[in-house]
Nanobody, 117 residues
Framework: QVQLVESGGGLVQAGGSLRLSCAAS????????MAWYRQAPGKEREFVAG????????YYADSVKGRFTISRDNAKNTVYLQMNSLKPEDTAIYYC??????????WGQGTQVTVSS
């Protein structure tokens, strides 16, 4: 069983920055591909950014490219999402996602990000 705990969300003005963290339990974190998703009110959950188990590959939704950066620290079992130049349309609940090489995927409980105009 893997537990994911997100933190770092909050209220920020447009143009501001936030850094989200996702701390994972377990000893196999370094083998998991990790990602961030988000869900805005009335919308489906969407992919934001992903990072391979080694950190060697990263992936971004077009809407966040150039503004968001995903990274990980396998020694700390933590994945990060640095969000810069935030826009009101980035307002959503942000979820951490873990995909182990075998077995089920895991989701965190989410952290709210609100960007005011």
């Amino acid at each position: 069983q893997v537990q994911l705990v997100e933190s770092g969300g909050g209220l920020v003005q447009a143009g501001g920055s936030l850094r989200l963290s996702c701390a994972a339990s377990g000893r196999s974190f370094s083998s998991y591909d990790m990602a961030w998703y988000r869900q805005a009110p009335g919308k489906e959950r969407e992919f934001v950014a992903g990072i391979s188990w080694s950190g060697g590959s990263t992936y971004y939704a077009d809407s966040v490219k150039g503004r968001f950066t995903i990274s990980r620290d396998n020694a700390k079992n933590t994945v990060y999402l640095q969000m810069n130049s935030l826009k009101p349309e980035d307002t959503a609940i942000y979820y951490c996602h873990a995909r182990p090489p075998v077995g089920p995927d895991y989701w965190g409980q989410g952290t709210q990000v609100t960007v005011s105009s």
